[in-house]
């Protein structure tokens, strides 16, 4: 009896098995629908692939798989849909860690698009103090704020005026 030939499926069809169309994107910058990853999803919301005798994101294989070559481990894949399920190849981009951070809309990215101080002096080379802890601090208001507190340091340490008595001189009259 002749053994039964096994056809092993590629990567790209067991990948394009686990994948469902999805709804169109919202964002104006992302053609087409979204293909939404319907594998085994981890807690944050990612999908998860086996590929190349190892476990690796969904959306990273997916664009290693459509250009290739791997995503080079310096580099993130940012979802233009925001979709974090989406592995939709036209949909996602590889960017600087500091580049896909920025695009979100987290906290982060919320501070670094301010361009001005509440006072309105600008976040720019010459106005601009880094904290230890990364954040800006404009150097116009901490000026302001520092003549401010030697202003009232002057004023606490003079001397207080006290007004002299004023003695009433009797005139002497003649005896």
């Known amino acids: 009896m002749a053994p039964i030939a096994r ?44 590929l190349d005798g190892r476990t690796v994101k969904a959306h990273r294989a997916a664009v290693a798989l459509a250009d290739g070559a791997p ?52 976040y720019d080379e010459a106005n601009t103090i880094r904290a230890a802890n990364g954040t800006r601090k404009c150097r116009a208001c901490k000026n302001a704020r520092a003549r401010a507190r030697r202003a009232e340091a002057r004023i606490e340490q003079a001397a207080p005026v006290i007004p002299l008595p004023t003695h009433r001189i009797r005139e002497r009259t003649a005896a």
């Open 71 to 122: 995503v080079p481990a310096n580099l993130d894949v940012d979802h233009r849909c925001r979709r974090r399920a989406c592995v939709n190849r036209a949909h996602l981009e590889p960017v600087t860690h500091r580049e896909n951070v920025l695009r979100s809309s987290n906290h982060v990215a919320a501070r670094a698009a301010v361009t001005h101080c509440p006072a309105r002096h600008a």
């Open 7 to 50: 056809t092993v499926p590629t990567p790209a069809d067991r990948f394009h098995a686990k994948t469902k169309p999805g709804p169109w994107s919202l964002r104006r910058d992302c053609p087409g629908t979204c293909r939404l990853w319907d594998g085994a999803i981890n807690e944050d919301g990612y999908g998860h692939f086996w």
